[in-house]
């Protein structure tokens, strides 16, 4: 999917607190991509990086996957088409999460 552009859902806005998890701060915006569905059987999730204020939808492209590999889910990362990141400024911003897995970035 790298490359594509897609449609975010943000359902955990930046900003804002997990809904279970009450320690987990959202420093970035989260969501989902409607329609496509994940190796979980949900929605496949997508971070987005690049954007400095909470959003409900964003379209961007796919620069990157997160591949965790003590789990069964991937985590696309999304920007605005004219932004790039490196690998390590990717997961400097997805750290807050993927700290809990052993997680790389894939480009």
Not at 1 to 11: A, H, K, Q
Not at 16 to 30: A, G, L, Q, S, V
Not at 69 to 75: G, L, P, Q, T, V
Request: aromatic residues 10%; charged residues 30%; proline residues 5%.
């Amino acid at each position: 999917m790298i490359g594509e552009i897609v449609t975010v859902t943000v359902d955990r806005a930046m900003g804002t607190y997990h809904p279970e998890r009450k320690d987990m701060y959202y420093p970035i915006n989260y969501g989902y991509i409607e329609g496509v569905m994940a190796p979980d059987g949900e929605e496949q999730d997508a971070y987005i990086l690049g954007v400095s204020k909470p959003v409900e939808k964003f379209t961007g492209k796919v620069i990157a996957v997160i591949h965790r590999n003590d789990d069964i889910e991937k985590k696309l990362v999304v920007a605005p088409e004219n932004m790039t990141f490196s690998k390590d400024e990717i997961m400097g911003e997805v750290l807050f999460q993927e700290r809990f897995f052993d997680s790389k970035v894939i480009m």
